[in-house]
């Protein structure tokens, strides 16, 4: 499956501008997905780009995005911090959700992988949480810049060298991380967990996913990434580990194949709304070979994944009124080329505009809009409707 990389940047609670990559397949798309690069990274390392395209070829769609103050994202890096990181993920996440849909999945490298872990916990729908590499307190990392320490406590900030980078660090910065819990709660999420983590890691040693592990609860699962390195700088390293997620996160997405499989059974001239658990007002609507969702706006409390009940509504009256017309023109050989219905409801009302595309004249236009009238549509909400409930 190919697959195409858009531009999507986004605002965080700053207001600041964020930079990212969506990374969709060409095809159906399974599931969202966040991906969350590793501490003074950017969305363009190998790891976080290699990974994401490699799930985007099996039909995950998936945003990189570069932190506060990195990559191409607006904002100073000595004025963020990892509860930032934590809330621009959640910037992310609302993005994403008012863009296309909530994303399922939320992966995290490195700290990356800590940040995802404190973030999940305030984004209750997300169904899978993966972390490559993380450590289980975001502390862990003040270790890197260890000699500088005294220089940031003395002067409230200091030059560190990461990377072969220069990054300024503030003792507020390093304070954040003091503070943070990341394992602290986790044992009450209700999410699907699935911990990566290579036995032969430099930089963040393995005991920090036994840790990890513990404080989760069931469904959790552990895989050794044998002796990938810390930084994923093999394509097929990163190739191994998508497939990896791919195959595991299947089982606990509400993703299309899994509402095949729940499908229900339903015959011709026969429709099926069927409420999706865990949300409010989200519905599936299944006729004998196609599917749609419908939905209320955020104003209404809903999530806004579908078209709201008066939209499909107008929607069925619009498609069979554009239909009828065709119909009748290719049987009388007339030229109309495109038909075009508004629709607008407003107090009880329905008003409807009809444009007919074509060389017609104007008495063949006149037949065609009488035609319109007598939709099958049309008709049923013009005579009443009957309702009757059936056992």
């Given amino acids: ?72 994202s607006e904002g100073d890096f000595e004025n963020s911090g990892f509860s930032s990181n934590t809330e621009d993920l959640i910037s992310a996440y609302d993005a994403l959700k008012e863009k296309f849909r909530a994303p399922e999945i939320l992966i995290g490298h490195s700290l990356g992988g800590a940040a995802v872990l404190k973030a999940c916990q305030k984004l209750s729908p997300a169904k899978a949480v993966v972390t490559i590499g993380a450590p289980s307190d975001a502390a862990h990392i003040i270790h890197f810049f260890k000699d500088s320490l005294k220089e940031i406590e003395d002067k409230g900030k200091g030059r560190v060298n990461l990377g072969g ?23 009450h999420e209700k999410k699907s967990f699935l911990i990566m983590h290579s036995p032969t890691d430099r930089y963040v040693g393995i005991e920090h996913a036994a840790h990890i592990f513990k404080a989760l609860k069931h469904p959790k699962s552990f895989i050794s990434l044998d002796d990938i390195d810390h930084l994923i700088s093999k394509t097929s390293d990163a190739e191994y580990i998508s ?5 595991w996160v299947s089982r606990y997405l ?29 519905h599936d609507v ?6 749609i969702i419908a939905d209320e706006p955020k104003s209404l409390k809903g999530e806004d994944l579908g078209m709201n009940p008066m939209e499909l509504l107008l929607s069925s009256l619009g498609a069979c009124t554009a239909m009828t017309t065709k119909m009748y023109a290719a049987r009388k050989n007339f030229d109309l080329k495109k038909v075009t219905v508004d629709l607008k409801h407003t107090e009880g009302n329905i008003s409807k505009k009809i444009e007919l595309d074509g060389d017609l004249t104007d008495e063949q236009r006149k037949r065609i809009l009488e035609i319109a009238e007598k939709c099958p549509v049309n008709k049923i909400l013009t005579n009443g409707i009957q309702t009757k409930s059936m056992e």
């Fill in 1 to 72: 499956m190919t697959q195409k990389t858009e531009k999507f940047d986004f605002k965080n609670a700053q207001g600041l501008n964020l930079s990212g990559r969506l990374e969709l397949p060409k095809g159906k798309v399974k599931a969202y997905a966040l991906f969350a690069h590793c501490f003074t990274c950017s969305k363009n390392i190998l790891a976080a780009s290699n990974i994401s395209r490699s799930l985007s070829q099996k039909g995950i769609a998936v945003l990189r995005f570069d932190f506060t103050g990195l990559g191409n």
């Fill in 165 to 187: 980078k220069e990054f300024s660090i503030t003792k507020s910065f390093v304070q954040d991380l003091k503070e943070t819990t990341l394992l602290e709660g986790l044992s």
């Fill in 243 to 247: 497939s990896l997620i791919s195959a």
């Fill in 254 to 282: 509400e993703s299309d194949n899994r509402i095949e499989k729940s499908r229900p059974s339903v015959n011709e001239s026969e429709v099926k709304v069927v409420g999706r658990e865990g949300h409010q007002y989200t």
């Fill in 286 to 291: 299944f006729s004998e070979k196609h599917e």
